[in-house]
């Protein structure tokens, strides 16, 4: 066998370690150890760096804004609409309508629900005229204007029928009988409504009087309300003195 082979078998081993202690002499296997554990140290300072990156990535996050990509997103958005605009106009083009063009169907229906959204906001009670403005605007929408009767009586009362400071319109109009009935119901319905609700609820004198004092009272219905389906055996054994 030449010293060829041999140097070969002994290259080919320092890939293999079960042939390393065979072909290698102790300063190649030495040297190759301490590449091995230089290999590692390397590995290891690599992995405690990007260790120390992401900690500190993460750190960052955490002491930023919840919405502060958002945030950005915006700003981004805004400022490429803004590049866009300036485009448009540097050419000569209406900007409201080069943006619509790049406005998908799914965008414009969002964008149209958000909108609508936003008109006349129920924001609950506030003071009676915005109350009494809101109840208007309801009875508003449940009249179911007759187109017929309304040409019929601007014809019939001319100038009149757009009054202003100074028109007359007393005797020229009279509300018919079907008119007066439906206002008439609709008084009645609203009563009738208003009866129905109350903010205090009347007392049931033939109800068990398991409380010593109105807010223990409110304290067993909130009780009752919440746990009385899970608590019906229990409180009917108690009664019956079955319980066990």
Not at 62 to 69: A, H, T, V
Not at 162 to 188: C, E, F, H, P, W
Not at 197 to 212: G, K, V
Request: aromatic residues 6%; contains cysteine; glycine residues 6%.
């Amino acid at each position: 066998m030449s010293s060829a082979d041999v140097d070969g078998g002994a290259g080919s081993s320092s890939s293999q370690p079960g042939l390393l202690g065979k072909n290698m002499s102790a300063k190649e296997k030495y040297a190759e150890r301490m590449k091995k554990l230089r290999d590692l140290h390397m590995k290891r300072n690599e992995a405690r760096k990007l260790n120390h990156k992401e900690v500190v990535e993460e750190d960052r996050r955490n002491k930023e804004p919840k919405n502060e990509e958002a945030r950005k997103r915006r700003a981004e958005y805004i400022v490429k609409e803004e590049e866009l605009k300036a485009a448009c106009l540097a050419a000569g083009k209406d900007w409201e309508i080069e943006k619509l063009r790049n406005l998908s169907a799914e965008d414009a229906e969002a964008l149209e629900r958000r909108k609508n959204s936003k008109q006349n906001p129920d924001s609950g009670f506030s003071n009676f005229e915005q109350a009494t403005f809101r109840k208007y605007q309801g009875l508003v929408k449940q009249i179911k204007p007759d187109m017929n009767h309304y040409e019929s009586q601007k014809d019939k009362m001319g100038e009149a029928f757009y009054a202003t400071s100074g028109s007359v319109v007393q005797g020229k109009q009279k509300d018919s009988a079907d008119a007066i009935s439906r206002m008439a119901l609709d008084v009645q319905k609203q009563k009738e409504k208003r009866e129905k609700f109350s903010r205090r609820r009347r007392h049931d004198p033939d109800a068990d009087i398991d409380y010593i004092n109105e807010r223990n009272m409110k304290f067993n219905q909130k009780l009752e309300r919440f746990y009385g389906e899970y608590t019906k055996d229990i409180k009917d054994n108690l009664e019956r003195g079955t319980a066990v």
